[in-house]
Nanobody, 124 residues
Framework: QMQLVESGGGLVQPGGSLRLSCAAS????????MAWFRQAPGKEREFVAA????????RYVESMKGRFTMSRDNAKNTVYLQMNNLKPEDTAVYYC?????????????????WGHGTQVTVSS
């Protein structure tokens, strides 16, 4: 089993920034590709970004390119999501997820392990 714990969420004003973290334990972190998803109230969970096992490649939802940056530190067993220029529509619970083969998948069913999420609220 792999345990994933997200942190870093909170209340931020439009145009502000947050950095989310996801700490992993229980498995060899560098053997897993990672992703961030989010779920807004009343909506389905959606893909945000993914990163390869080495961190050398990443992909994003088109609407988040240039605002969100995903990275990882395999020495710290942690993956990050830097979010800049936040908008009210970014309000959601953000989840990290892991899978042990391939990377960059956008569907929830492709991921084996999930964290419990961290709330991000963008409001003035």
């Amino acid at each position: 089993q792999m345990q994933l714990v997200e942190s870093g969420g909170g209340l931020v004003q439009p145009g502000g920034s947050l950095r989310l973290s996801c700490a992993a334990s229980g498995r060899t972190f560098s053997s897993y590709s990672m992703a961030w998803f989010r779920q807004a109230p009343g909506k389905e969970r959606e893909f945000v970004a993914a990163i390869s096992r080495s961190g050398g490649a990443s992909r994003y939802v088109e609407s988040m390119k240039g605002r969100f940056t995903m990275s990882r530190d395999n020495a710290k067993n942690t993956v990050y999501l830097q979010m800049n220029n936040l908008k009210p529509e970014d309000t959601a619970v953000y989840y990290c997820a892991a899978r042990d083969s391939g990377w960059g998948f956008v569907e929830l069913k492709e991921y084996t392990y999930w964290g419990h999420g961290t709330q991000v609220t963008v409001s003035s």
